[in-house]
């Protein structure tokens, strides 16, 4: 009478422990990836809404502004180094992330892409 088999072979728990690692190798790029775009998606929402304090104010004062107050506008958690630059009819404004290097740029009134924000 033969013993009935219990548990597994190496060999079958091998090949669990490299199927899990191709897993593995798959899923974290592409993580990794996927907070970057949140990061990218977050900068251009704040330049959005920088655009909507920017003719708000301009609807007041008939001129843009380069220093707006917390209570007219706030960037998300990690969007930092925000640099408007204002002139007659337009702006341009530009916003970094701190985890990442990308940098977004968006103007109004200038004629390129207007109000679209463009990241690099």
Known sequence: M???????TLIELLIVVVIIGILAAIAIPKFSNTKE???VAAMKADLRNLVTAEEA???????YTTTLTADQYRTSTGVT?????????YF??????????VSCTIE???GTR????VCN
Request: proline share 2%; glycine share 14%; charged share 20%.
């Open 114 to 117: 207007d109000g679209e924000p």
């Open 108 to 110: 109004v009134g200038t």
């Open 92 to 101: 341009i404004a530009t916003v970094d992330h701190t985890a990442t290097g």
């Open 57 to 63: 104010y301009f609807s007041d004062n008939a001129v």
């Open 81 to 89: 180094n925000l640099t408007i630059a204002v002139g007659t009819g």
């Open 37 to 39: 775009k949140a990061y």
């Open 2 to 8: 033969m013993k009935s088999r219990k548990g597994f």
